[in-house]
């Protein structure tokens, strides 16, 4: 289970493992109050030249796996939210990728999202509303899976 909260990205790519992170008050699938610490796992954020530590704990009750991470990101993305959407909305506004990110990791996303859209929307969708009406919904518009 990923939970997303307020990182601050420079101080822990200063601190690294030493980053105090907060502990959840309670296991989120059983409620159990008592979590065990259960190391790092690395993450590849853009804004960072090399891997920051993600804290994880263990739920001992219910073996559930809690992975901190910052907010802002969709899982299993290295670019911001925000990056995301501006790569989108150029797109979709002016046809032309946004500087600092390669057009192929732009094009995935773009393509990604125009699946989602055509795969929930029958006529021709505004893509940037598309885009905000997922991550409203919690969802990842610009992942592979539908
Ligand atoms: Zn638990």
Same mark, same amino acid.
Request: charge should be positive.
């Given at each position: 289970m990923i939970i997303s909260i307020q990182v601050d990205i420079n101080l822990l790519s200063n601190l690294?493992?030493?980053?105090p992170w907060p502990k959840p008050d309670?296991? %989120? $699938?059983?409620? $159990? %109050?008592k979590l065990w610490g259960h190391g790092f796992v690395d993450a590849l954020l853009d804004c960072e030249k090399f891997p920051v530590p993600l804290k994880r704990y263990r739920c001992p009750n219910c073996g559930c796996v809690i992975k901190l991470k910052p907010k802002g990101y969709f899982n299993r993305?290295?670019?911001?939210i925000d990056t995301i959407r501006k790569s989108i909305t150029s797109l979709a506004t002016t046809g032309k990728y946004i500087s600092g990110i390669a057009y192929q990791r732009q094009y995935h996303w773009f393509t990604a999202l125009i699946r989602h859209a055509t795969a929930r929307y029958t006529?021709? %969708? $505004?893509l940037i509303q598309v885009f905000e009406k997922l991550v409203a919904g919690g969802k990842i518009p610009v992942c592979r899976t539908i």
């Open positions: 690294q493992k030493d980053y309670h296991c %989120p $699938n059983c409620n $159990n %109050p993305f290295r670019a911001t006529l021709s %969708p $505004n």
